[in-house]
């Protein structure tokens, strides 16, 4: 008999894996955000786009963190953007100083 909680076993076929970030200190720039965004785009894609579509145990799961992914993406990216406006907003008032000499 099969135990129905335990996950079911890594099918790499279906599913390629999110990219492991436990190496980076931080995701410093929209270029990794992308990146990772792209990662799990292409986790999805395979899976809708596989010739069956079969519920996996593990899916709900998925889908939640796949949503938290999402909102931490979109919080980070206003981060960083709310930077750049502080660089820049920066950038302008020096220019705007040197240029009143």
Known sequence: ????????????????????????STIH???KILEISSAAINV??????????????????????????RDLLQVHSAILKEMEISDLEARIVALEQGGSR
Do not use: N
């Open 1 to 24: 008999m099969v135990d129905r909680r335990q996950p079911e076993p890594w099918d790499e076929d279906e599913e390629a894996p999110l990219p492991d970030l436990s190496q980076l």
């Open 29 to 31: 720039d929209r270029k």
């Open 44 to 69: 999805i894609y395979k899976r809708l786009s596989a010739p069956r579509l079969r519920e996996q145990a593990s899916d709900d799961l998925r889908v939640r963190l796949l949503k938290t992914l």
